[in-house]
């Protein structure tokens, strides 16, 4: 069991930045294939960004490439993400997730389906 807490959002003008971070419980947390997602409302959840579990391999949604970093502290059990030139469709609440389903190490999920813990989120606005 793992519990997830999501921090660092905000309102922030368009082409601005903010580091989200998640703070993880239990002693296990580099065992986890981590992940962040977003819901806009009206709108279905939607994969972000995803680490490995040594945070060797990461993945990203195609509209943020270039834009956004995630990354992780095995140590400090927290996962980050670094968003920056921000847009207006970028709005809605970003959870983050964590996924004990993995095979090995590199693999990084790019759907909801294999996480299995998830954060209430945190909201991030971007206004025009």
């Known amino acids: 069991q793992v519990q997830l807490v999501e921090s660092g959002g905000g309102v922030v003008q368009a082409g601005g930045s903010l580091r989200l971070s998640c703070a993880a419980s239990g002693r296990t947390f580099s065992s986890y294939v981590m992940g962040w997602f977003r819901q806009a409302p009206g709108r279905e959840r939607e994969f972000v960004a995803g680490?490995?579990?040594?945070?060797?391999?990461?993945n990203y949604r195609d509209s943020v490439k270039g834009r956004f970093t995630i990354s992780r502290d095995n140590a400090k059990n927290t996962v980050y993400l670094q968003m920056s030139s921000l847009k207006p469709e970028d709005t809605g609440v970003y959870h983050c997730?964590?996924?004990?389903?993995?095979?090995?190490?590199?693999?990084?999920?790019?759907?909801?389906?294999?996480?299995?813990?998830w954060g209430l989120g945190t909201q991030v606005t971007v206004s025009s």
């Open positions: 997730a964590a996924s004990a389903r993995a095979w090995e190490d590199g693999v990084v999920f790019t759907y909801g389906g294999p996480y299995d813990y």
């Open positions: 680490v490995s579990r040594s945070g060797g391999t990461t």
